[in-house]
């Protein structure tokens, strides 16, 4: 696989305000593009609107943000970020290039500093290198970090995630995280279905996850929008040749019927809760009404199981 290539933008802004979990809210990606080049990333169809390639080109290129943190301190004193931000919604922000620009970390520096509350999604064991600036956040404002690990099994992981580090790293550094005091949470996400949503399999993620002292997780299914749908279908029919005819059939539109979906992510959640995790619904941090005197920032309760979908997460690429 070749090694991704570095260019410098100069970033025009810093904080984007979504309405869609897992990045509802305030959301900020200090880079574009991610040389994880996971096979059912959703940003895959972002780059197809954007006229950039999806296919296995997609992340050869990273765009590096320059100027970042200068520009979310400007954004922050002006407001923006109110209520939470949520770190690595369109990029993992633990991707390699972070090891030589260093952006998530000051990012994270500043939103500590600006009391607002953060929520990171990375697949990166290098978020562990910032033990001292999250707990440094963490001693001002609510900080909350979900590790994605869908599977635990090498084979499923090499097939497709193939620029991430190995489930058994991530599962360290979750050890890590909850051993520094800092919220973790871990996203099964995206599972597949009939490969990694199958009751053993969540089984062993949870049973991992739990030992390494995660506190909770959140779930949602595959989806494979345009872009996603063609490099994903190409890789999958090379390793599981034989349910390419289940996977069209499911997959006749981006998501998965409500019912099915509904069906999947509750047979997930019995098995992780019958491990001791707590499905926290998504990875947004959400501010409840304050009371008098004081604001308590909290993790909005799923919703009720026999309605829950996962339709409206964004594919949980990271």
């Known amino acids: 696989m070749p090694a991704a ?8 802004s810093a904080l984007y305000h979504s309405a ?45 943000k320059v100027g970042l943190v200068e520009q979310l ?10 209520g939470g931000v949520t770190i690595g919604t369109a990029t993992d922000p633990y991707q390699p290039a972070e090891g030589r620009y260093r952006l998530t970390r000051e990012c994270i520096r500043a939103l500590g500093e ?21 707990a440094e956040a963490a001693a001002r404002t609510r900080v909350l970090v979900n590790v994605s690990i869908p599977t635990v099994d090498e084979a499923l992981w090499r097939a497709t995630e193939p620029g991430t580090a190995p489930p058994r790293s991530r599962l360290r550094a979750v050890r890590m995280l909850a051993d520094a005091g800092i919220e973790t949470n871990v996203a099964l996400a995206p599972l597949l279905p009939d490969v990694s949503d199958t009751a053993e399999s969540v089984r062993a993620v949870s049973e991992a996850v739990r030992a390494a002292g995660a506190s909770g997780i959140w779930i949602c299914t595959l989806s494979l929008r345009p872009g996603v ?8 029919a090379r390793t599981h040749p034989g349910l390419v005819p289940m996977y069209e059939r499911l997959y006749g539109r981006p998501y998965l019927q409500r019912d099915e979906d509904v069906r999947r992510v509750s047979a997930a959640r019995r098995e992780a809760e019958a491990a001791g995790l707590v499905d926290r619904g998504d990875a947004t941090i959400r501010v409840p009404p304050p009371p008098p005197a004081l604001t308590l920032f909290d993790v909005g309760p799923p919703a009720a199981p ?11 690429s990271y």
């Open 114 to 134: 600006a009391r607002v509350p953060i929520s990171i999604i990375t697949r990166g064991p290098l978020v562990v290198r910032d033990l001292d600036v999250l």
């Open 20 to 64: 869609a979990p897992p990045q509802s809210g305030w959301t900020l990606n200090p880079y574009t593009g991610c040389s994880h080049r996971c096979t059912f990333c959703y940003v895959r169809a972002f780059e197809v609107r954007a006229g950039r390639p999806s296919d296995g080109r997609y992340g050869q290129d990273v765009r590096v």
């Open 306 to 316: 026999a309605v829950r979908s996962s339709r409206r997460l964004a594919g949980g």
């Open 73 to 82: 301190r400007r954004e922050l004193a002006r407001g923006k970020g109110e």
């Open 229 to 236: 749908r063609e490099h994903f279908m190409g890789e999958f």
């Open 5 to 12: 290539r570095y260019t410098e933008h100069a970033a025009r």
